[in-house]
């Protein structure tokens, strides 16, 4: 028997991900849980017409209208929530999506997660005190509550082509903290294709869920990628946790240094405790090795 997946956030950049992993997925069918804006988006049309074209059904609801949930989420066995946004939609829409989901009689419920250990992170963190307060509620809820937990998007962080964390073309190195904090790496493809095996494994999954490319520091990522490219970089430390703390204490909207929340988050926040990397021995991710030679590669050839 089919297993029936319901995705909202499918147009972005994780859900459109997970729906396209969903749809490799033996058995199983997917929808698309699509604004009734969404149509009008040449974008958002663009992103979930590929996806329809591959056999997805598109059915219309938004999260911040809660009556247009449950013909959406009626006959749907599991529902991955990929949204993001504020707490309008963290908090109240996800919530209204659980709520219609467990209405309905589905099984399980994914929340937006997707980050590092959410629950350990320091309070105050907007992006991650909405998460918590939703999950407070939705596990609350009669539903299998799996919490996929990645670390920071490994590819987001470290893409050399763009002048982040490394920047290549300028050969600098630009962090945060001592340099030896440890904390965890996915990329973005490898947390998709975890969760679309979350999604329709049979067993019974509720609580959380970790996958983790890498276990690292930023003086190892650097380390890595001097080896690789054979130049040297220029290494800028923007400051310490305590630095840190003194910025987004001070800020009168946390949500103005979010950035600075994520990296304090980063440094602060034990690495995961354990990994489930071994659940799906055709899911396991990229390691960070694996992941900046490739890239590196990539910029040699271009």
């Known amino acids: 028997m089919a297993t029936t997946v319901l995705v909202a956030g499918s147009t972005g950049m994780l859900g459109n991900q997970i729906a396209r992993q969903l749809l490799d997925q033996p058995d199983t069918d997917v929808r698309l849980l699509l604004r009734p804006s969404a149509p009008g988006d040449d974008g958002k049309?663009?992103?979930?017409?590929?996806l329809i074209s591959r056999g997805a059904v598109a059915v219309t609801g938004d999260v911040t209208d809660p009556a247009s949930l449950d013909p959406a989420t009626a006959g749907v066995d599991v529902v991955v929530s990929a949204l993001q946004g504020g707490p309008a939609v963290i908090v109240g829409g996800q919530v209204a999506l659980a709520e219609s989901a467990a209405r309905n009689g589905a099984r399980r419920f994914i929340?937006?997660?997707?980050?590092?250990?959410?629950?350990?992170?320091?309070?105050?963190a907007p992006q991650f005190d909405m998460r918590r307060q939703a999950d407070e509620i939705i596990d609350a809820l009669p539903l299998e509550v799996v919490h996929?937990?990645?670390?920071?998007?490994m590819d987001m962080m470290l893409d050399p082509n763009t002048a982040g964390i490394i920047d290549l073309n300028n050969a600098t190195a630009t962090v945060w903290?001592?340099?030896?904090?440890?904390?965890?790496l996915t990329t973005v493809d490898d947390t998709a294709r975890f969760t679309a095996k979350i999604a329709t494994d049979p067993?019974?999954?509720?609580?959380?869920?970790?996958?983790?490319?890498?276990?690292?520091?930023?003086?190892?990522?650097?380390?890595?990628?001097e080896r690789?490219?054979?130049?040297?970089?220029?290494?800028?430390?923007?400051g310490s946790a305590e630095d840190l703390r003194r910025i987004t204490t001070d800020a009168s909207d946390p949500w103005s240094v979010v950035r600075e929340w994520y990296f304090l988050s980063m440094l602060t926040v034990p690495p995961f405790p354990t990994t489930d990397n071994d659940?799906?021995?055709?899911?396991?991710?990229t390691g960070l090795r694996e992941y900046l030679t490739a890239a590196h590669h990539a910029i040699d050839q271009s």
């Open 279 to 285: 659940r799906y021995p055709d899911a396991r991710p």
């Open 228 to 238: 690789l490219s054979g130049k040297p970089l220029t290494r800028t430390t923007l």
């Open 45 to 50: 049309r663009g992103v979930a017409g590929e």
């Open 177 to 184: 903290g001592t340099g030896e904090e440890p904390f965890n």
């Open 111 to 124: 929340p937006s997660d997707f980050a590092i250990d959410l629950f350990k992170a320091p309070a105050g």
């Open 148 to 153: 996929v937990l990645n670390g920071a998007f």
């Open 203 to 225: 067993a019974d999954l509720a609580g959380v869920r970790y996958v983790s490319g890498a276990e690292t520091t930023f003086n190892a990522i650097i380390d890595e990628s």
